[in-house]
């Protein structure tokens, strides 16, 4: 990267624009109405920069796990089951993606600019909520990227499966949730948590009750939604681990 500055600023100017292009899409679908599920451009861009912040996190610490599935197809998994270390943070550090710094730096100002036009009541547990809610959000899309990766075990081709709900997820989530359809929420945003990752957090922030029902201390917990998101991806991994064979020869 020192030796090729050129090349890589291109790749820092390159990454920060699907990011950019997320949140833009939600300035130009509030272009064609006031609210959305009965929030306000300023309140879906809180729920909008959360994501993003957290997604991104998420992507630059432990996202190279996406490439688990050519590492087994090719057989170079083998290699880093010899060593004296644990898969995991191999796979993770094989690559350290700077490129993506400037996502999070983006995906962290639309964040404390949403926090900023919002009228925010804050209180201790609100600020308290404001700093962990973001990491909240990397600890649970972490635990997606570990989770759905792990599928290579049993079927490599498992990529697109796998994008639908890291990649999915982040798009889920960067909208109020009360703009899906009943069954749809209930299954991803209530039975896979992905509504504790910016909705509720959001609702907590704002101080607004949740139109669905949920009590007020749903949202100041809903980073705890990760705890259970890293268990179960642990024992996928954990699972995967053991089952695995090699490629053969």
Known sequence: MLSYRASFAAELLSNVGATVLDVTTVFVLFRATATVGGFTLAEAILMTGLTAFGFVLADLTVGNIDDLKRYVRTGQLDTMLTRPLPVLPQLVFTDLPLRK????????????????????????????????????????????????????????????????????????????????AHWFRDLFAYALGFGFVSYQPALALLGRADPLGLPAWAGFVAPLVALPAVAVATLAWRTGIRHYRSTGS
């Open 101 to 180: 710094l400037l996502r999070l730096v983006f995906g962290a100002a639309v964040y404390g600019v949403a926090l900023a036009v919002n009228d925010v009541p804050w209180t201790a547990g609100r600020v308290l909520l404001a700093a962990v809610a973001p990491l909240g959000a990397g600890l649970f899309f972490g635990a997606i990227f570990v989770l759905t990766a792990s599928f290579a075990f049993w079927w490599v081709e498992s990529g697109e499966i796998g994008n639908g709900f890291t990649y999915g997820g982040r798009d889920f989530t960067s909208y109020p949730i009360t703009v899906y």
